[in-house]
């Protein structure tokens, strides 16, 4: 608020000029804009696992961490329902400090990779490929190089029942030294510095199930691999792909 008037020497009043903001006001607003727009980027990259294929329904879920903060999907809501006014989110514990939707049902999968890993987004699917190969090997064979963009072979997490802390503990094994896992007879796991990262290894992995899935239907025939060597040497060269700023 400004000061009130006050009378200069020559009688005429003068107003004073409201002093700086308080710094802490500043940057409670700041943040609350960064979380407002990791929201709404967040939102986006949920409904793009429907549009593309990757998620039917409610049947995956998105996350995002801000701090000690992390933005989740609610669980059972189409994401094309969802608006700024859901924002939704936990503490690394667990506890709900925004929103009044409950948060998804597959948050302590989401909360063990923030814990253990530097990761800042992630993405859990049902996509129809990487599903179908949980259920038939152990880990996705080496068929296509980018493999490497995973860390290594991607394996397959032991089934537990979803939500549990048991499907939490299965997958952070299948995770170790890696970035994405398949879940068997359930879906897929990726985590990423970026949601835009997050997801882009989600489809990924769905386009590598969906391809070793095709060459291994040919009848008489059976695709090539790669070995370890081949894998390593591409994941020193992807550590320079890219633009460099």
């Known amino acids: ?14 107003a004073r000029q409201d002093g700086p903001r308080d710094a802490q006001q500043d940057a409670q607003q700041n943040g609350r804009q960064d979380v407002a727009r990791l929201w709404t980027h967040l939102i986006d ?24 903060l992390v933005l989740v999907t609610p669980s059972g809501v189409p994401y094309d329902r969802l608006t700024p006014a859901d924002l939704t989110g936990v503490d690394l514990g667990g506890r709900q400090v925004l929103g009044t939707l409950v948060p998804t049902s597959e948050l302590p999968m989401h909360l063990a990779v923030y814990r253990s890993t530097d990761a800042r987004a992630v993405v859990h ?19 296509h190089y980018m493999a490497a963009a995973l860390g290594g072979p991607v394996r397959v997490a032991p089934y537990a029942t979803y939500g549990t802390d048991e499907l939490a503990a299965n997958m952070l094994g299948a995770l170790a030294g890696r970035t994405g896992c398949l879940l068997q007879n359930h879906g897929t796991v990726t985590y990423g510095a970026t949601l835009d990262q997050a997801y882009d290894r989600t489809a990924q992995l769905e386009w590598m199930c969906r391809l070793w899935l095709t060459a291994s239907s040919v009848p008489g025939l059976t695709p090539t691999l790669l070995n370890d060597a081949q894998l390593a040497e591409v994941g020193e060269r992807l550590k320079g792909y890219g633009q460099r700023r």
């Open 1 to 14: 608020m400004a000061e009130p008037r006050r009378n200069t020497a020559d009688g005429r009043q003068d």
């Open 45 to 68: 990259t949920a409904r793009r696992t429907v549009t593309e294929g990757l998620v039917v329904g409610t049947s995956g879920n998105v996350s995002a961490r801000i701090g000690d």
């Open 125 to 143: 699917t049902h996509a129809v490929h990487a599903t179908a190969v949980s259920t038939l090997v152990p880990e996705l064979p080496l068929v």
